[in-house]
């Protein structure tokens, strides 16, 4: 092969290789999605376009010379300068390398830009490439990324990390001042009951406008973010030292006088209780004022909801203490650690027996009392736990009753204590017709005792419930008559069998002139209602003379029989039938 040939030959394949390097070139700049420019400093400027242009720009860039005016079109206006600044003259800096983010003209989309410079051993400038990639779904990612890191999603408020930031940045501010953080947590009453009333996305758009009042009160020195499903909090940092939950609290249940309009027109209101942890007295960091905001949140629910509550130490321990409480009930479940007592009631006219009241007891591993219901059932209500327990009360009450039926053949009536909660529970009437039948009861043997709470609230369904249970032979009594609201007005419609009256009314009865007078009113008024009054706490035979004298009709308390076990019980019914 001559030399001529054999460098023909060569320079045919360096050829064939450049045009394999070039297609291969395109096809990753083609298929990249990213845009390039390049410019030959070499032989005078010379700019090529390489990559995706057609996507975005068109082909309106002319390939040589370099279009400004066009590339400013495509470029924000307010991101322009910087643009040019920083990659337009890059090679007039002597740079070799730059890189940012300018925005697309009409500024729905971003472009990441890199540019390169090569220069000769002189320093001139011999090439230069700039790349644009799209990183428009990038950054919408990254920006959502960040508002969920701050914003709860539902409310657009702060969420909950970052409030506690807020707060945590606040107590250092307030340590350095030496002045106060207050920090106010704020839970929608009966928000549960509204929200099965209206529907979990109803709910949710009330939460949303609800959110949207508490987030006018933000400012430079109050913070509002979302906790949990309906609790809030504002964190109040006064440089001043004035304290302002309180009258932030008020203001908000004024604002809540308003009625919230949902999207399918219906208006709701409710009420809202508060608690308020303050640095530097109810805690020294923000986890101790949320732990503690908390705790007094829990005391205003207590106190019966829309009111507020400023942490006190004393609830802490309670806290505490009903913690510790809740875990020993929850063995005091699985083991069945408990025992029906029985008071005996007694028939004011004749001194008969007429039944007994179950009351619960929780017995220890030594045998003893543990804790008295008083202490043990409103932890139980509070945490579901009243559940399993008054399961087991019912099954039990009823495993004893159908013995004693069976055993002595004696006309009875056994009382059983039921809980709001416990009748709140859709298969309520189940369980107890399934423990009925289970122990072949008749259930004219089974009186059941309501509070007045579970009448007031007037709900529908618990009175379906309640007269379900009549319909079906249960008698129903009100029980602890004289604690709560007791009015007399309301007794005529409510659907019961029975009247307790309680302790307190007959402590009162026989010293002050007032509750005589309503005692005799209220036992004459449930005579004339056809109604049963039982007087509950009888302590002194005076006060037994008395109640026999308005004619109120069966007696029960410590004058006739303390609570007793149920072999005590026993003797006394062998006494009764004997008699
Ligand atoms: P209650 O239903 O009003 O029961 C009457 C309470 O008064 C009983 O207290 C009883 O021992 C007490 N008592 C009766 N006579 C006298 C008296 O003459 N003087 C005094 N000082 N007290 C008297 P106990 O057994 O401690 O029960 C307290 C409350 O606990 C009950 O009040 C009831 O609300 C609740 N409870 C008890 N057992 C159960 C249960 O099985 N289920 C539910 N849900 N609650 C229960
Ligand atoms: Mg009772
Ligand atoms: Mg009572």
């Not at 003259?89 to 971003?110: H, L």
């Not at 400038?125 to 779904?137: A, H, N, Q, Y």
């Not at 006190?312 to 007592?341: G, H, P, Q, W």
């Not at 009241?357 to 045998?367: F, K, M, S, Y």
Request: hydrophobic fraction near 40%.
């Amino acid at each position: 092969m001559t030399d001529i040939n054999y460098k023909m030959d060569l320079l045919v394949s360096m050829n064939e290789k450049l045009a394999l390097d070039q297609r291969v070139l395109k096809m990753i700049t083609d298929n990249s999605g990213d845009m390039y420019i390049y410019y030959d400093f070499r032989n005078g400027l010379n700019v090529k376009l390489y990559g995706n242009w057609d996507r975005i720009a068109g082909n309106g860039i002319t390939n040589s010379p370099f279009d400004r005016a066009y590339m400013s079109s495509l470029i924000y206006d307010d991101d322009w300068k910087y643009f040019m600044e920083t990659f337009i003259d890059m090679e007039q800096r002597g740079e070799k390398k730059a890189s940012g983010e300018v925005r697309i003209a009409d500024k729905r989309g971003w472009f990441r830009c890199d540019g390169i410079v090569n220069y000769d051993e002189k320093g001139q400038p011999v090439e230069k490439l700039l790349c644009f990639s799209d990183i428009t779904r990038m950054k919408a990612q990254h920006e959502e990324l960040q508002y969920l890191a701050y914003y709860d999603s539902l409310t657009g408020i702060f969420n909950r990390n970052h409030f506690v930031s807020i707060l945590r940045n606040m107590c250092e501010d307030a340590e350095k001042n030496k002045t106060s953080v207050e920090l106010l947590f704020i839970d929608i009453d009966d928000f549960k009951k509204i929200n099965d009333s209206i529907g979990l996305l109803l709910g949710d758009e009330l939460v949303q406008a609800f959110a949207g009042r508490l987030k006018e009160y933000a400012g430079d020195f109050i913070k509002a973010g979302r906790f949990g499903s309906d609790v809030f909090s504002i964190a109040i940092y006064d440089p001043g030292g004035t304290r302002r939950a309180e009258s932030v609290y008020h203001d908000v249940c004024e604002d809540l006088r308003k009625p919230f309009v949902l999207s399918n027109k219906k208006e709701v209101r409710f009420t809202i209780s508060g608690g308020v942890a303050e640095y530097p007295e109810a805690g020294r960091t923000a986890f101790e004022l949320v732990k503690n905001a908390e705790i007094a949140l829990f005391k205003a629910k207590e106190k019966g909801k829309n009111n507020i509550q400023y942490f006190e130490m004393d609830m802490l321990n309670s806290f505490i203490k009903s913690v510790s409480t809740e875990e020993r009930l929850k063995e005091a479940i699985e083991n069945e650690d408990f025992e029906l007592y029985f008071q005996p009631q007694f028939f004011a006219a004749d001194n008969k027996l007429r039944g007994a009241e179950a009351l619960i007891r929780w017995i220890d591993e030594n045998g003893e009392i543990a804790m008295h219901p008083t202490d043990f059932i409103h932890i139980a209500e509070k945490n579901g736990a009243i559940i399993p327990i008054g399961n087991w009360v019912i099954k039990d009450a009823m495993r004893i009753v159908s013995e004693w039926c069976e055993t002595y053949n004696f006309p009875f009536i056994l009382s059983i204590n039921i809980s709001a909660i416990q009748l709140d529970k859709d298969n309520f009437v189940d369980s107890i017709r399934h423990a009925l039948n289970l122990y072949g009861v008749k259930a004219e043997c089974i009186e059941l005792e309501l509070t007045e709470s579970i009448f007031l609230e007037d709900s529908e369904k618990a009175r379906h419930k309640i007269s379900q249970l009549r319909k079906m032979g249960f008698r129903i009594s009100l029980d602890d008559f004289g604690t709560g609201f007791s009015s007399l007005s309301y007794l005529k419609d409510l659907p019961i069998d029975t009247l307790k009256i309680d302790k307190s009314f007959v402590d009162t009865a026989i010293k002050d002139k007032a509750t005589n007078i309503i005692t005799e009113s209220v036992v004459d008024m449930v005579n004339k209602l056809g109604l049963e009054t039982i007087a509950e706490g009888v302590e002194e035979q005076k006060q037994y003379d008395y109640l026999k004298k308005i004619k109120c009709d069966v007696i029960q308390g410590y004058l006739m029989g303390k609570p007793m076990s149920k072999g005590d019980f026993e003797k006394l019914f062998i006494g009764q039938i004997t008699d």
